[in-house]
Nanobody, 116 residues
Framework: QVQLVESGGDLVQPGGSLRLSCAIS????????MSWYRHIPGKERELVAT???????SYADSVKGRFTISRDPAKRTVSLQMNNLKPEDTALYYC??????????WGQGTQVTVSS
């Protein structure tokens, strides 16, 4: 089946940078969009960034100017470059793929912790 695997999460200092990667495998076709979400237990899951196929990226207000989403269809990966990280960015980050049939595929998540 379709599998999304995130990597790159780590413990970083405030103001630091981190690059997350999501590797896609399996029989997913006709991707409509790729997104990054983040979640803190007990809180609502938050959409961080999304990149429609053939469209322009959009970001949550809290990460605009600091995060950049990119996609490489040939390598079947989507990345999230995170700069000037803040403690409030601490969360479990998930990759999500949405296909043409409105199917949603999620990765297992990668932990990002921003702390001194």
């Amino acid at each position: 089946q379709v599998q999304l695997v995130e990597s790159g999460g780590d413990l970083v200092q405030p103001g630091g940078s981190l690059r997350l990667s999501c590797a896609i495998s399996g029989n997913i076709f006709k991707i409509n969009s790729m997104s990054w979400y983040r979640h803190i237990p007990g809180k609502e899951r938050e959409l961080v960034a999304t990149l429609p196929n053939g469209g322009t990226a959009s970001y949550a207000d809290s990460v605009k100017g600091r995060f950049t989403i990119s996609r490489d269809p040939a390598k079947r990966t989507v990345s999230l470059q995170m700069n000037n990280l803040k403690p409030e960015d601490t969360a479990l980050y998930y990759c999500r793929a949405d296909d043409r049939g409105s199917r949603q595929f999620w990765g297992q998540g990668t932990q990002v912790t921003v702390s001194s």
